[in-house]
């Protein structure tokens, strides 16, 4: 056995280079001293990747030329622009209602598509369930591929292929949200316990007995947080799918906001905020209610909403039920108040599906005419070209277009490190701080960035700066979420031994919860920069400048060979943000 010695060093600093220089399995959060890894090639050329892209971040910063004095003195246009609006307008009671559920509907269904196309996308792409590296590579692909493509785009497509409607929302929905969903259901597949998988493997089971009985029950919690907060983005997301002819809110404000009745556009647009903001209330009871304390339920909203998840010291019970004695009990399971509701919670839950099918009035002969209307389409898309611009400008729109998500990218890091820090348990200084944050992060992710994009190109005019402001504030509540999330899992036991020896709040927080939670945030970081890229070309379509202006113009002009390119040039750089994210997890974990 062997003895570890505390450091003979003052209490705080003897504590933090145990913490830093041991495990965190070590018993009560102390490890034994170990050696310094030696730094590597590949991990100094990725700090300094990382020390570049943030220099870059900070010169795109510096280029938008973001000037609060400025903002200020056109706050007038703004003035001026609420006198036209005159007041807030909305459409008829009845309308309203139909629209908000069309628009919630074709929501959830195309969420819904999503995440059942992704289970064997994620099957093949988890490394411990993948039959070869080829199908994990194609099926990584896959996920790339859809998380590239902007919904607006497929949205385009579809419009083209199938009638007006719900329908080309809901395709373009579903097969976009699979980048995502694909992508952390393969995540949770790869950390499940192999025990339970092996067992069935080694008494005989087969692969889809394997999966159902060994994988699902491990990572079903997992993935039932995914497809809800999925869902939310998505809501967010569908009221730029308006633009291009997608029934619901999002039409409807973009038809006022054409017509110049800004009244009635900032009046949907109100109701499309506090939508999402129900939406996340909702999607935190239902985590709550079917997932209980699983840790992955976890989130601001969740605490508000469920003041028992707030704790982290509550183990799920192991006591078996009386019923599950034997499997002749077992088969006559009691109709308890707990099955009473959950049997209750079901029907509902298949209820809603089933309506939101309904009310989104799919035309289903759609599904057996637009084979006809493939190569017409195909077609018009390929091969790409760029048309009548030149490929100078269009490589200098899409630089553009990485710069604004750069700059929201590093505009959004401090303001999300503090937020997000304030909204962890472990790291918040009181409740009250940790509600504040909490209900901030929220209200936030609520305000779609299209939305915030038009009211700042009001204020701003035309460019660049809206969409590096909007990007920036709605990527608070993204990132913020995340990093929350991630300090809340750190080991405690590094945070425990530093405050056993007086350590302050702060110093524990900078020697033990940060450098513990640092490969995530990294990670995160990266996915948001993701992120921007797509969004930033988007908000072109408004006037947030980027490549979105020329992808606007092409597709109202019908030159759908040029949005192929522009489409191409985006996927290149997501495939090049996905691999150095890659690497740079490898080389700091």
Not at 168 to 179: E, F, M, N, Q, T
Not at 402 to 431: E, F, M, R
Not at 473 to 497: C, Q, Y
Request: a positive charge; aromatic letters at 6%; proline letters at 5%.
């Amino acid at each position: 056995m062997t003895v570890v010695r505390p450091s003979t060093g003052s209490g705080t600093q003897g504590a933090g280079s145990a913490t830093h220089s041991g495990g965190p399995g070590a018993p009560g959060g102390v490890a034994a001293r170990a050696p310094r890894r030696p730094l590597s090639p590949e991990r100094i050329a990725a700090s300094l990747t990382l020390l570049a892209l943030l220099v870059v971040g900070i010169l795109a910063v510096n280029e938008v030329g973001i000037s609060i004095p400025a903002m200020v003195q056109s706050w007038g246009n703004a003035e001026n622009f609420m006198a036209r609006v005159g007041g807030l307008s909305f459409p008829e009671a009845g309308d309203l209602a139909w629209l908000i559920a069309l628009t919630v509907g074709l929501v959830l269904v195309g969420t819904l598509l999503a995440a059942v196309l992704s289970v064997p996308i994620a099957y093949l792409a988890a490394s411990n369930t993948t039959p070869g590296n080829g199908w994990r590579a194609a099926a990584r692909f896959i996920g790339v591929l859809t998380r590239a493509l902007p919904d607006v785009v497929l949205a385009m497509a579809f419009v083209l292929m199938f009638s007006l409607g719900t329908l080309p929302g809901i395709l373009a929905i579903g097969i976009h949200s699979i980048g995502m969903i694909s992508k952390m259901f393969a995540d949770a597949i790869e950390q499940i316990d192999e025990g339970p998988r092996l067992a069935i493997r080694a008494a005989g089971g087969s692969k889809m007995q394997e999966f159902t009985s060994g994988i699902l029950p491990q990572v079903l919690p997992s993935w039932v947080a995914t497809v809800l907060h999925r869902n939310d983005i998505n809501l967010r997301g569908s009221v730029v799918l308006g633009y291009v002819g997608v029934a619901g809110l999002g039409l409807e404000m973009s038809y006022a906001f054409k017509a110049l009745n800004y009244g009635k556009g900032l009046g949907i647009a109100l109701v499309i905020f506090v939508l999402c903001i129900v939406m996340e209330i909702v999607s935190s009871m239902v985590r709550g209610a079917m997932l209980g304390q699983q840790k992955q339920t976890r989130s601001w909203m969740d605490r508000i909403v469920h003041p028992r998840l707030r704790g982290r010291s509550a183990e799920p019970t192991t006591t078996r039920p009386t019923w599950a004695a034997s499997p002749a009990t077992a088969v006559r399971r009691p109709w308890t108040a707990q099955r009473v509701q959950h049997a209750i919670a079901g029907i509902v839950a298949v209820l809603i599906v089933v309506g939101s099918v309904v009310v989104s009035q799919i035309n289903w002969l759609d599904f057996f005419t637009f084979w006809g209307k493939l190569p017409e389409v195909a077609a018009k898309f390929w091969p790409p070209s760029f048309g009548s611009y030149d490929a100078t400008v269009m490589f200098e729109a899409m630089r553009d277009t990485v710069a604004i998500a750069l700059a929201a990218t590093v505009l959004t890091l401090l303001p999300s490190v503090i937020l997000g820090s304030l909204a962890a348990s472990n790291v918040a200084p009181s409740s009250g701080a940790r509600g504040v944050a909490r209900f901030l992060l929220v209200g936030i992710r609520g305000i779609p960035e299209l939305i915030l994009a038009i009211v700042l190109v009001v204020v701003t005019g035309l460019g660049p700066q809206a969409g590096v402001i909007a990007l920036a504030i709605g990527g608070i509540g993204l990132l913020g979420k995340l990093i929350a999330d991630s300090f809340e899992e750190v080991d405690r036991g590094p945070e425990r031994a530093l405050r056993a020896v007086g350590a302050t709040r702060l110093q524990t927080y900078t020697s033990a919860t940060v450098p513990q939670g640092m490969q995530a945030l990294i990670g995160h970081s990266f996915y948001m920069l993701d992120t921007n890229i797509r969004a930033a070309t988007i908000l072109g379509i408004v006037g947030g400048g980027g490549v979105g202006y020329y992808l606007l113009n092409a597709s109202q002009g019908s030159r759908y060979e040029t949005v192929t390119a522009i489409v191409l040039m985006i996927l290149a750089t997501v495939l090049v943000v996905e691999g150095l994210a890659m690497w740079m997890r490898k080389v700091f974990r």
